[in-house]
């Protein structure tokens, strides 16, 4: 993964928040955190946090005696997530590489990743932390996006703007949904030691108040926006002015409604 891949900074939390938050990670953050149990005065681990959308209903509906650690990479996501919590909430902030995860072995009862299993460099190593720091029996919920074809907003947004870079297309949305065959994830697991493998394919409807603002999302809401600049061959106001007609002629406008699909891993040291 590259530096520009792994750079969700400036404006870009506020908008991957505000934008694609709602659209594409709430109805996920609902599913992966009814997945999770946690004893009472336990520990929960979450990995690559992001802006804290799975944070927000893990604190909701776990007990409060439950203590969670929340980790990112990216300092700025991971601020703008601390931001959103008071102390009452009793959420622990860590800056954390998943492939080095800085907690003892068997510090946590369960652990969760929203999306970011893809964005790791080394993504055996991270599991391998993922187990050396759950307890035994413990359990790991964490979901991936289905590929493109199959997350058809993204994959009309791809396609579109795409078009202003015949030579030299942005490849962001290539990390995100380039992990979807589900035979070389439950081989990564189990190579890292993991067993009791279980794998949901989940479809859930991706609703937005309007076809600008999933656009502003999926373009200013991740790093594909530092690709698109660098390129230069278009203002940004014009490729999405082009993307948001493409999801609005495919999806309507007011709202946009689009079908998406994860699959969700469940697994237990």
């Not at 991270?126 to 720091?133: I, K, N, S």
């Not at 996006?145 to 993204?154: F, G, I, P, T």
């Not at 030579?167 to 380039?178: A, H, L, N, S």
Request: net charge negative; with cysteine.
């Amino acid at each position: 993964m590259s530096d520009q891949h792994a750079a969700f900074v400036g404006s870009i939390p506020e908008n991957y928040d505000l934008y694609l938050g709602p659209c594409l990670f709430e109805p996920y953050a609902n599913d992966i955190a009814r997945r999770i149990t946690v004893p009472e005065r336990g520990s929960l681990l979450e990995i690559a946090c992001g802006t804290g959308i799975v944070t927000r209903r893990l604190r909701n509906q776990l007990p409060k005696s439950v203590r969670i650690t929340s980790t990112d990479l990216n300092e700025a996501m991971l601020s703008y997530a601390a931001a959103k919590f008071g102390p009452d909430d009793s959420v622990e902030w860590r800056q954390a590489d998943a492939t080095a995860l800085p907690f003892a072995d068997s510090s946590f009862e369960a652990a969760v990743c929203q999306f970011g299993l893809m964005f790791f460099p080394d993504k055996l190593a991270a599991l391998r932390e993922v187990r050396r720091v759950l307890a035994p029996g413990g359990q790991f919920v964490f979901n991936v996006w289905d590929s493109l074809e199959r997350n058809e907003v993204a994959e009309v947004s791809n396609d579109t703007l795409t078009k202003f870079f015949a030579d030299d297309p942005p490849t962001f949305y290539q990390i995100p949904f380039g992990l979807y065959q589900t035979d070389v994830v439950t081989g990564l697991l189990a190579d890292a030691g993991f067993e009791d493998i279980e794998v949901s394919v989940v479809a859930k409807d991706a609703i937005s108040p309007s076809a600008a603002d999933i656009t502003k999302g999926l373009i200013e809401g991740n790093p594909i926006i530092a690709e698109i600049r660098q390129r230069a061959t278009a203002d940004v106001e014009t490729i999405e002015a082009t993307v948001a007609k493409a999801i609005a002629d495919r999806f309507g406008n007011k709202p946009m409604r689009s079908s998406m699909q994860a699959l969700v891993f469940s697994a237990k040291r």
